[in-house]
């Protein structure tokens, strides 16, 4: 009764957003505060309705209900409870219901906050936040339900459905089909959902964008309240896309932790845009500019997100991560199609009135160097996108299906990451507003002795790959400039205010969150591009088949293979395991156990890599095949991927980063009152 | 800070023209985004070939080095197989269907076409010897037939009436003789 | 490292490699594996899409390395059985389509587009430089580290 519970709940919902909506479009077309408040009121119900069906739906799937097809397809009596509730992710229907319930969150918490000086906005948030709000409730509610039930009909049939068909019975398993073994990692428990935190997140500031749109009030005021927001849906979104990496370098058995397969990149493509969003919103804010832009930026993260939903979900893309085929692509299309006109019919509505009225002084000036870094990521995006779409395009044209793979990204992008990297070191050097050619040259010396010291530390090491030593040589200069930033920032305030080191590191850092949060941000990337650069210069491997007692060689690593032994686990696991020691340059260092795992309930194995980490590289074995009777010879593959934890190190430092420049302002409210006053007096011009 | 746009008078003489045609372009490419974005998911919600479709052109190059030309079989029954030698389930079926073609092969009404979807040709020929195969089979040539029947997998089995028009599609192994025979028997009848 | 063929279990291509063996007068020596997955990382096969060759696991794609394995001993390019592949299975196989007809629209739009933007962004500049031009009145010249401390008070200040 549980599944009638959370089902009815769900409909509930539906039909509260849906009085919402009128209530909404009623308050702001008779300027009446009651109808507003009575929609406001319907969407803070969202999120706890959406709460309780989500728990039902857990208990459900906690309790191993299998009458419940979800339940029953998706989970199984030897799961552990974390995986259990995994399962919420872990199909189709129940990841919809996942997102509709981030989103019906997010619907309240945003209902929550004061809307003293922006109430015109309120109704359009609403209906905006609403209406994606009903698109997936529908989703959930007429196709993909995860509370329908199997029944068996007199023939012997079974058939799924929410309401029993006539004479029929409930049809349950003892026992469910369980997890996809490939999404029982750690990984897999936080990234889906850090994934859809920032696609969902990315919500609130389209809304915000769109009520801006609808009311005319285009004045800075949208950005500013938008602005946090972003930085949390990008600070979600990154999280989610590092631990998805993390998670392929660990399960899926690739050597490698991004494979630019379509669905990885229909992730991207929203960072990519609402990365250049964070960035040109600084301008906005500062001088006012590029109102335009910004707002194309926001729609194109929000529809990118969808887009992205659609293809991961619609059955168009074969991926590893792709869901299988659904009927609900249809009814995204038409939503995709309607959020598409809406929001560009909206702003060329507005084109005109969101004009800028300052202008750009220099080449160098740091707005400048802004719009360009937007140009690279907007690029870059680009060549995602078209990617991503032309394999489509091929097949309808020509009737031929292509691959576009990682060779077509890596060589498209890699300039385009050099040059934004390279932007990276300069515009923190560039002055607001002015600069010249004088001005840099002058502040650039410093990084730039740095720099050569690193290249000349690196050609003694042995690099003598001309673009390693680009890229190392960018790296080192972005992380010269930003130790200088600091540097500069903490003698300034020592000399001002006469604070020690690290209380003038601990002032400077809060009370400027954004700059060098930003700053730490960049720390991180500069860390990651080293680990990115290092695995994908000088990844190494080999295979091989060899036999107890017998040795693989890979770059000073020997790898001698032990034995294997082959159990079962009582979760329904068959393991092989084989060990092998790590030797370099004849000295033991460790024992590693690659393993691959076979799952009997759903017939399918993961490859667990044995990997040994250190600062300078991984050395990552992958057991690929064995011979079971004698357990004499086993197959390895072995990858050394150098520089490769730097990259999981700079996620780190990244997401702190992040962290630090969305954390909420301490004095926030005089910042609020003197951003409302400049606004007062702007709107009473 | 925040002033009303002051604009300049010798942007707004060439304005109206520019900006009508940019609108004009913006749409275009929504418009070709949503129809590709439509299409492609049209195909893919099509799924394999629909029964009433006609028996695709294409020809077929068997392991003997025949050439069959799909559109030549002219007023015979067509049974096309999809099957590959790395397919377990395509085993099921390895003997029933050569069973049926024993079958029908005599009254020259019937023809069967084997066709190994990603499959190497030595493999290929080990699996047609091991379940003695004996109608004409061959690779699909740069997956040009499977592309034409839009398969999903293997084994799928396609038949086509006298007129060419698909009548049956079998997704998965048929489970035995007498069901592939009850499939054909009800197109053969005239 | 010795590779003694026992990864693959398939009878049949050792019955392969001892006719290739006997006919040929100086056989190519037996590629070992490194070789083979030099040629199957720039392919992909249909059945598991957007994984490589090198690192799929199924049964389809094992048959095609034994297939590439095939191919090496008998002294084939890796030009040549990437191009063998292309015929038996299409284009399809590559990891990036040939650059040819249709094609060459993956590798022409995105430079094309980003040309585009460059050119935009430098008209902006340069109309944006014009109408500046009259109000330059800013003191640009002074030094950089005052005004960077000035610029920092007042951000301090303001906060």
Same mark, same amino acid.
């Given at each position: 009764?549980?599944? @009638?519970?959370?089902?009815?709940?769900?409909?509930?919902?539906?039909?509260?957003?849906?009085?919402?909506?009128?209530?909404?479009?009623?308050?702001?077309?008779?300027?009446?505060?009651?109808?507003?408040?009575?929609?406001?009121?319907? =969407?803070?119900?969202?999120?706890?309705? !959406?709460?309780?069906?989500?728990?039902?739906?857990?208990?459900?799937?906690? @309790?191993?209900?299998?009458?419940?097809? *979800?339940?029953?397809?998706?989970?199984?009596? /030897?799961?552990?409870?974390?995986?259990?509730?995994?399962?919420?992710?872990?199909?189709?229907?129940?990841?919809?219901?996942?997102?509709?319930?981030?989103?019906?969150?997010?619907?309240?918490?945003?209902?929550?906050?004061?809307?003293?000086?922006?109430?015109?906005?309120?109704?359009? !948030?609403?209906?905006?936040?609403?209406?994606?709000?009903?698109?997936?409730?529908?989703?959930?509610?007429?196709?993909?339900?995860?509370?329908?039930?199997?029944?068996?009909?007199?023939?012997? =049939?079974?058939?799924?459905?929410?309401?029993?068909?006539?004479?029929?019975?409930?049809?349950?398993?003892?026992?469910?089909?369980?997890?996809?073994?490939?999404?029982?990692?750690?990984? =897999?428990?936080?990234?889906?959902?850090?994934?859809?935190?920032?696609?969902?997140?990315? !919500?609130?500031?389209?809304?915000?964008?769109?009520?801006?749109?609808?009311? %005319?009030?285009?004045?800075?005021?949208?950005?500013?309240?938008?602005?946090?927001?972003?930085?949390?849906?990008?600070?979600?979104?990154?999280?989610?896309?590092?631990?998805?990496?993390?998670?392929?370098?660990?399960?899926?058995?690739?050597?490698?932790?991004?494979?630019?397969?379509?669905?990885?990149?229909?992730?991207?493509?929203?960072?990519?845009?609402?990365?250049?969003?964070?960035?040109?919103?600084?301008?906005?804010?500062?001088?006012?500019?590029?109102?335009?832009?910004?707002?194309?930026?926001?729609?194109?993260?929000?529809?990118?997100?969808?887009? $992205?939903?659609?293809?991961?979900?619609?059955?168009?893309?074969?991926?590893?991560?792709?869901?299988?085929?659904?009927?609900? $692509?249809?009814?995204?299309?038409?939503?995709?199609?309607?959020?598409?006109?809406?929001?560009?019919?909206?702003?060329?509505?507005?084109?005109?009135?969101?004009?800028?009225?300052?202008?750009?002084?220099?080449?160098?000036?740091?707005?400048?160097?802004?719009?360009?870094?937007?140009?690279?990521?907007?690029?870059?995006?680009?060549?995602?996108?078209?990617?991503?779409?032309?394999?489509?395009?091929?097949?309808?044209?020509? %009737?031929?299906?292509?691959?576009?793979?990682?060779? *077509?990204?890596?060589?498209?992008?890699?300039?385009?990451?050099?040059?934004?990297?390279?932007?990276?070191?300069?515009?923190?050097?560039?002055?607001?507003?002015?600069?010249?050619?004088?001005?840099?040259?002058?502040?650039?010396?410093?990084?730039?002795?740095?720099?050569?010291?690193?290249?000349?530390?690196?050609?003694?090491?042995?690099?003598?790959?001309?673009?390693?030593?680009?890229?190392?040589?960018?790296?080192?200069?972005? =992380?010269?400039?930003?130790?200088?930033?600091?540097?500069?920032?903490?003698?300034?305030?020592?000399?001002?205010?006469?604070?020690?080191?690290?209380?003038?590191?601990?002032?400077?850092?809060?009370?400027?969150?954004?700059? *060098?949060?930003?700053?730490?941000?960049?720390? %991180?990337?500069?860390?990651?591009?080293?680990?990115?650069?290092?695995?994908?210069?000088?990844?190494?491997?080999?295979?091989?088949?060899?036999?107890?007692?017998?040795?693989? @060689?890979?770059? $000073?690593?020997?790898?001698?293979?032990?034995?294997?032994?082959?159990?079962?686990?009582?979760?329904?696991? #068959?393991?092989?395991?084989?060990?092998?020691?790590?030797?370099?340059?004849?000295?033991?260092?460790?024992?590693?156990?690659?393993?691959?795992?076979?799952?009997?309930? #759903?017939?399918?194995?993961?490859?667990?890599?044995?990997?040994?980490?250190?600062?300078?590289?991984?050395?990552?074995?992958?057991?690929?095949?064995?011979?079971?009777? /004698?357990?004499?010879?086993?197959?390895?593959?072995?990858?050394?991927?150098?520089?490769?934890?730097?990259?999981?190190?700079?996620?780190?430092?990244?997401?702190?980063?992040?962290?630090?420049?969305?954390?909420?302002?301490?004095?926030?409210?005089? !910042?609020?009152?003197?951003?409302?006053?400049?606004?007062?007096?702007?709107?009473?011009? | 800070?925040?002033?009303?746009?002051?604009?300049?008078?010798?942007?707004?003489?060439?304005?109206?023209?520019?900006?009508?045609?940019?609108?004009?372009?913006?749409?275009?490419?929504?418009?070709?985004?949503?129809?590709?974005?439509?299409?492609?998911?049209?195909?893919?919600?099509?799924?394999?070939?629909?029964?009433?479709?006609?028996?695709?052109?294409?020809?077929?190059?068997?392991?003997?080095?025949?050439?069959?030309?799909?559109?030549?079989?002219?007023?015979?029954?067509?049974?096309?197989?999809?099957?590959?030698?790395?397919?377990?389930?395509?085993?099921?079926?390895?003997?029933?269907?050569?069973?049926?073609?024993?079958?029908?092969?005599?009254?020259?009404?019937?023809?069967?076409?084997?066709?190994?979807?990603?499959?190497?040709?030595?493999?290929?020929?080990?699996?047609?010897?091991?379940?003695?195969?004996?109608?004409?089979?061959?690779?699909?040539?740069?997956?040009?037939?499977?592309?034409?029947?839009?398969?999903?997998?293997?084994?799928?089995?396609?038949?086509?009436?006298?007129?060419?028009?698909?009548?049956?599609?079998?997704?998965?192994?048929?489970?035995?003789?007498?069901?592939?025979?009850?499939?054909?028997?009800?197109?053969?009848?005239? | 490292?010795?590779?003694?063929?026992?990864?693959?279990?398939?009878?049949?291509?050792?019955?392969?490699?001892?006719?290739?063996?006997?006919?040929?007068?100086?056989?190519?020596?037996?590629?070992?594996?490194?070789?083979?997955?030099?040629?199957?990382?720039?392919?992909?096969?249909?059945?598991?899409?957007?994984?490589?060759?090198?690192?799929? +696991?199924?049964?389809?794609?094992?048959?095609?390395?034994?297939?590439?394995?095939?191919?090496?001993?008998?002294?084939?390019?890796?030009?040549?059985?990437?191009?063998?592949?292309?015929?038996?299975?299409?284009?399809?196989?590559?990891?990036?389509?040939?650059?040819? +007809?249709?094609?060459?629209?993956?590798?022409?739009?995105?430079?094309?587009?980003?040309?585009?933007?460059?050119?935009?962004?430098?008209?902006?500049?340069?109309?944006?430089?014009?109408?500046?031009?009259?109000?330059?009145?800013?003191?640009?010249?002074?030094?950089?580290?005052?005004?960077?401390?000035?610029?920092?008070?007042?951000?301090?200040?303001?906060?």
């Amino acid at each position: 009764m549980l599944a @009638n519970l959370g089902y009815g709940v769900l409909v509930i919902t539906l039909l509260i957003s849906l009085y919402g909506i009128a209530a909404a479009i009623q308050g702001a077309r008779r300027k009446n505060t009651s109808w507003l408040d009575s929609a406001r009121n319907a =969407m803070l119900l969202t999120g706890p309705l !959406v709460t309780l069906a989500v728990i039902c739906l857990v208990v459900l799937l906690v @309790n191993g209900n299998y009458e419940v097809e *979800y339940v029953a397809s998706y989970t199984s009596n /030897s799961m552990p409870l974390y995986l259990k509730i995994t399962a919420l992710w872990g199909g189709q229907a129940g990841s919809l219901v996942f997102w509709t319930w981030l989103l019906s969150i997010f619907a309240s918490a945003v209902t929550l906050r004061d809307w003293q000086r922006d109430r015109e906005f309120l109704p359009w !948030v609403i209906v905006v936040v609403l209406v994606t709000l009903i698109f997936f409730l529908g989703l959930i509610i007429f196709i993909e339900n995860p509370f329908a039930r199997l029944w068996e009909i007199p023939g012997g =049939m079974i058939v799924k459905s929410m309401f029993p068909p006539s004479i029929a019975v409930l049809y349950t398993q003892t026992d469910g089909n369980g997890l996809n073994p490939l999404l029982r990692h750690p990984g =897999m428990v936080l990234h889906p959902p850090m994934l859809y935190l920032g696609f969902v997140s990315f !919500v609130i500031p389209f809304a915000f964008a769109i009520a801006a749109l609808i009311t %005319g009030r285009t004045d800075d005021r949208w950005i500013r309240i938008t602005r946090r927001w972003a930085i949390i849906a990008w600070l979600f979104l990154s999280l989610g896309i590092v631990l998805g990496s993390r998670w392929a370098y660990d399960v899926m058995g690739w050597g490698g932790y991004w494979a630019w397969d379509p669905v990885e990149i229909s992730a991207l493509m929203p960072w990519l845009s609402g990365t250049a969003f964070l960035h040109s919103a600084i301008i906005q804010e500062k001088r006012g500019m590029l109102k335009q832009w910004n707002m194309v930026l926001v729609i194109l993260t929000y529809d990118l997100v969808i887009f $992205g939903t659609f293809l991961t979900r619609s059955g168009m893309l074969s991926s590893v991560h792709a869901f299988a085929q659904s009927a609900i $692509g249809p009814l995204f299309f038409a939503f995709i199609a309607f959020t598409f006109i809406a929001s560009i019919t909206l702003l060329l509505h507005r084109w005109d009135e969101l004009k800028t009225e300052e202008r750009m002084t220099s080449l160098f000036s740091k707005e400048a160097l802004f719009l360009v870094n937007n140009l690279l990521f907007m690029g870059i995006l680009v060549i995602c996108f078209w990617g991503v779409i032309f394999p489509l395009l091929s097949e309808l044209f020509t %009737g031929q299906k292509v691959m576009v793979g990682p060779p *077509y990204y890596e060589k498209a992008t890699a300039p385009l990451f050099a040059a934004l990297l390279l932007l990276m070191g300069i515009a923190p050097l560039a002055a607001w507003g002015h600069s010249n050619y004088k001005a840099l040259g002058k502040s650039i010396r410093l990084p730039a002795i740095f720099v050569l010291l690193i290249l000349i530390y690196a050609v003694i090491r042995g690099v003598k790959n001309p673009w390693a030593l680009l890229g190392f040589g960018l790296c080192a200069f972005v =992380m010269a400039v930003i130790v200088y930033e600091f540097w500069r920032g903490i003698r300034a305030r020592q000399k001002i205010k006469g604070e020690s080191f690290f209380k003038a590191l601990w002032q400077l850092t809060t009370r400027n969150r954004r700059r *060098y949060g930003g700053y730490i941000i960049h720390l %991180g990337v500069v860390l990651m591009a080293l680990g990115i650069i290092g695995i994908e210069m000088f990844q190494s491997e080999t295979q091989g088949t060899i036999a107890q007692g017998e040795q693989l @060689n890979l770059r $000073g690593y020997t790898l001698r293979y032990d034995g294997l032994s082959i159990f079962d686990t009582t979760d329904g696991r #068959n393991i092989s395991r084989a060990v092998v020691s790590v030797y370099k340059d004849g000295k033991f260092l460790q024992e590693l156990y690659p393993r691959r795992d076979y799952y009997y309930e #759903n017939q399918q194995q993961v490859t667990i890599p044995g990997v040994r980490s250190t600062w300078e590289d991984d050395l990552y074995v992958i057991l690929i095949d064995w011979e079971p009777v /004698s357990a004499e010879g086993a197959t390895f593959k072995i990858f050394h991927n150098p520089l490769i934890n730097w990259l999981w190190v700079g996620s780190i430092v990244f997401i702190l980063g992040a962290l630090i420049a969305a954390w909420p302002e301490r004095d926030q409210s005089t !910042v609020r009152n003197r951003v409302a006053k400049q606004n007062y007096s702007a709107s009473e011009v | 800070m925040v002033t009303p746009s002051t604009e300049k008078p010798e942007q707004k003489k060439s304005k109206p023209n520019r900006s009508f045609w940019w609108r004009i372009l913006v749409w275009l490419m929504l418009v070709a985004f949503l129809i590709i974005l439509g299409l492609g998911l049209f195909r893919t919600q099509q799924g394999v070939m629909a029964i009433g479709d006609e028996l695709p052109d294409v020809t077929l190059t068997t392991f003997d080095g025949q050439e069959i030309r799909f559109n030549d079989l002219e007023g015979k029954i067509v049974v096309v197989n999809f099957w590959a030698s790395w397919c377990k389930p395509c085993e099921q079926e390895a003997a029933e269907l050569e069973a049926a073609w024993q079958y029908y092969e005599p009254s020259g009404n019937v023809v069967f076409l084997g066709v190994a979807y990603a499959d190497t040709e030595s493999e290929a020929r080990a699996y047609l010897e091991k379940f003695n195969i004996s109608y004409p089979n061959g690779l699909d040539l740069g997956t040009r037939i499977s592309n034409a029947f839009r398969i999903g997998g293997v084994p799928e089995t396609f038949v086509f009436d006298r007129n060419h028009v698909l009548q049956f599609v079998q997704i998965g192994p048929f489970q035995s003789l007498s069901q592939i025979k009850s499939v054909i028997d009800t197109y053969l009848k005239p | 490292m010795t590779s003694l063929l026992r990864s693959l279990g398939i009878t049949i291509i050792l019955v392969s490699i001892f006719v290739v063996n006997t006919k040929a007068q100086t056989p190519p020596p037996t590629p070992n594996d490194d070789q083979i997955n030099a040629v199957a990382r720039e392919l992909y096969c249909p059945v598991c899409e957007n994984i490589p060759l090198d690192v799929c +696991g199924t049964q389809a794609c094992e048959q095609w390395r034994g297939l590439i394995r095939e191919k090496l001993m008998q002294g084939w390019s890796k030009e040549q059985i990437k191009q063998y592949f292309v015929d038996q299975y299409g284009d399809r196989v590559l990891a990036t389509p040939p650059a040819k +007809g249709f094609n060459w629209l993956i590798y022409i739009i995105p430079p094309l587009v980003i040309l585009l933007g460059t050119y935009f962004l430098y008209r902006a500049f340069v109309t944006w430089k014009k109408i500046e031009k009259p109000a330059e009145n800013d003191a640009r010249s002074y030094p950089n580290q005052d005004e960077y401390v000035s610029r920092l008070e007042e951000e301090l200040k303001n906060r």
